[in-house]
């Protein structure tokens, strides 16, 4: 066993509390590294060491076939955070989990947890997704859009108000030279 093995193992003393890691993994895999670690801590009997595995999503609101459909997307898109105690043979199963491609932070063997306070942004940041979805799409005051349908339909307009909570924009379309400000549902209109 190398050197640089025994200092991890030496620094974390039996019955260390549980710190949150960072975790890199494939982007797309982020759940099958979830599942993956689960199984490997199962099988190694290593539960006592090993707490809550997150992938951080937030649900955001999209149009599918002109339905809006609630799905999830990742807001660190190839990370998954792990709460660990981290010694040797913990530093080992992770690493070698299939789909991981490491830890961030620290030293190469030597990973840095990140702080609980950091943690409770990401669960709390997940959480505002679940209680009020998110349209997947960002509109900004100023941007020129095009409306796909409804009475103004192939027109182009720049937003001059954005209302989340309700979905819908305020659009200034020009129509026979004049600009008509005109309230239109996020589903209504498309990025040109």
């Known amino acids: 066993m190398s050197e640089a093995h025994n200092t991890v193992a ?3 003393p039996a019955g260390l509390p549980k710190r949150w890691y960072v975790v890199h993994a494939y982007s797309g895999m982020e759940k099958a590294v979830e599942r ?3 199984e490997r801590i199962d099988r190694a009997g ?9 992938v951080p999503t937030e649900e955001v609101v999209e149009l599918k076939n ?11 898109p190839g990370y998954v955070l792990v709460e660990m105690v981290m010694d040797d043979d913990t530093w080992h199963l992770v690493k070698h989990t299939s789909k991981v491609t490491g830890f961030v932070g620290g030293a190469k063997n030597r990973p840095a947890p990140i702080s609980e306070a950091e943690v409770m942004k990401i669960v709390n940041q997940m959480q505002e997704g679940v209680d009020r ?7 900004t005051v100023g941007e020129v859009v095009r409306v796909k349908e409804g009475p103004f339909t192939d027109f182009n307009g720049s937003i001059e108000e954005v209302n989340y909570d309700k979905s819908k924009l305020r659009v200034s379309v020009t129509i026979f030279g004049r600009a008509t400000p005109v309230e239109l549902d996020f589903a209504q209109v498309e990025k040109v």
Do not use: H, S, Y
């Open 66 to 76: 002109g339905k809006k459909a609630v799905t999830e997307r990742r807001f660190f």
């Open 36 to 38: 993956n670690l689960r």
């Open 46 to 54: 290593m539960q006592d060491k090993f707490g809550r595995i997150l």
């Open 133 to 139: 979805p998110r349209p997947k799409v960002e509109w």
């Open 10 to 12: 030496a620094e974390v």
